[in-house]
């Protein structure tokens, strides 16, 4: 009879390549992650620039006949006194993009055929989170009142 010698190191082998495989795909995985929920605080970032576009579209059509008063640049100030009801809803606005954007601004401005386009920035920071790396995100929307 032969007698089989006995092998050692192949189970050791095969658990380390195990292990390498394995911590491979959870670390592909984590990446996955971390990749989907940037790309879901994208969207919720333009949901909320959508909703405040339509905001202020719906109080212009409510004062339909003072477009005009409307208009106000993207690097400009607010009004700072609500003297009226556009230069109100201005303030309101604006005050609306500082809270739910971060570094949010915007500006709006219609033309002689009242047609309004509504331009809003926000910043968009990396997953770090950090704000050396933040890039400028533009949502427009334009349509005639």
């Given at each position: 009879m032969?007698?089989?010698?006995?092998?050692?190191?192949?189970?050791?082998?095969?658990?380390m390549v195990t292990v390498l495989i394995l911590s491979t795909s959870l670390l592909g995985l984590a990446?996955?992650?971390?990749?989907?929920l940037q790309y879901n605080h994208s969207a919720y970032m333009r949901s909320q620039a959508n909703i405040l576009a339509y905001d202020l579209l719906d109080r212009m059509r409510a004062s339909r006949g003072r477009l005009a008063d409307y208009n106000l640049g993207?690097?400009?100030?607010?009004?700072?006194?609500?003297?009226?009801?556009?230069?109100?809803?201005?303030?309101?606005?604006?005050?609306?993009?500082?809270e739910l954007?971060?570094?949010?601004?915007?500006?709006?401005?219609?033309?002689?055929?009242?047609?309004?386009?509504?331009?809003?920035?926000?910043?968009?920071?990396?997953?770090t989170g950090s704000d050396g790396n933040a890039d400028?995100?533009?949502f427009q929307y334009m349509t005639r009142i």
């Open positions: 032969k007698k089989f010698n006995a092998q050692y190191g192949v189970g050791l082998i095969e658990v990446a996955l992650q971390s990749r989907a993207i690097n400009d100030a607010p009004p700072m006194a609500s003297g009226n009801q556009a230069q109100s809803d201005l303030i309101e606005w604006r005050q609306a993009l500082n954007l971060p570094e949010g601004s915007g500006g709006i401005s219609c033309d002689t055929n009242n047609v309004c386009t509504v331009v809003i920035q926000w910043a968009e920071h990396d997953a400028k995100s533009n």
